[in-house]
């Protein structure tokens, strides 16, 4: 079974300050989604990464997969309270139809 | 921007009743999926649905759910006797392929259902 473990759960950070959160597996994904959820909503597209190695910066957020395609990192620079909600990360299962996993979530708070 | 709608947005339901989620994926796409989010917990996988059969499903999915494609625009999940732990947010999803490790699975913004 896949799993993927998202580190920290909670966070809590003043304005401006940088972060970075984890997610991890044992198991080899052929892409690897970042989504953002807000309460009763939808999970938003972040980004795709597909190759290891991969980094992709979206403004002040900076995503990374892994060499060997197990794990991911975002890197959120000069956070600001918009930045404030839910991350997620989704990996794509390498059988079958591609269904996703999603990785437990990590919840950001921000402080002005 | 083409999006995932789905609705209702709030479905409130009694016990042991049937309920039908509506889905309208993306146009061009050809896969779609169900997933569930249990208040407070993960996204969970509940089925793919490919050239009008499912491809794939998970434990969750019983035989209590089904999904179907009734036209060419929607994608409905229905579950025949709801129970109270059926209480969850349902997301619906589509993708042009799966490819896999350049596809991108685009959501809904999920319908709230309640059991009572």
């Known amino acids: 079974t896949q799993l993927l473990e998202q580190s920290p759960q909670f966070l809590s950070i003043q304005e401006g300050e940088n972060l970075t959160v984890y997610c991890n597996s044992s198991s080899v994904f052929s892409s690897l989604q970042w989504y953002r959820q807000e309460p009763g909503e939808g999970p938003v597209l972040l980004v795709t990464?597909?190759?290891?190695?991969e980094v992709k910066k979206l403004k002040r957020l900076t995503f990374q997969f892994g060499d060997a395609r197990k794990d991911s990192s975002l890197h959120i620079t000069a956070a600001q309270p918009g930045d404030t909600g839910l991350y997620l990360c989704?990996?794509?299962?390498?059988?079958?139809?591609?269904?996703?996993?999603f990785g437990t979530g990590t919840r950001l708070k921000v402080l002005a | 921007e083409p999006e995932v709608t789905q609705t209702p947005s709030h479905q409130v339901t009694q016990m042991g009743q049937e309920v039908i989620l509506r889905c309208v994926p993306i146009s061009n796409h050809l896969y779609f999926y169900w997933y569930r989010q249990i208040l407070g917990q993960k996204v969970e996988f509940l089925v793919s649905?490919?050239?009008?059969?499912?491809?794939?499903k998970s434990e969750i999915f019983d035989d209590q759910f089904s999904v179907e494609r009734p036209d060419g625009s929607n994608f409905t999940l229905k579950i025949r006797s709801t129970k109270l732990e059926d209480s969850a947010m349902y997301f619906c999803a589509s993708t042009w392929t799966s490819g896999g490790a350049r596809d991108t699975q685009y959501f809904g913004p999920g319908t709230r259902l309640t059991v009572l």
């Open positions: 649905f490919y050239n009008n059969e499912i491809s794939e």
């Open positions: 990464v597909v190759t290891g190695g």
């Open positions: 989704a990996g794509a299962s390498d059988t079958g139809t591609y269904k996703y996993i």
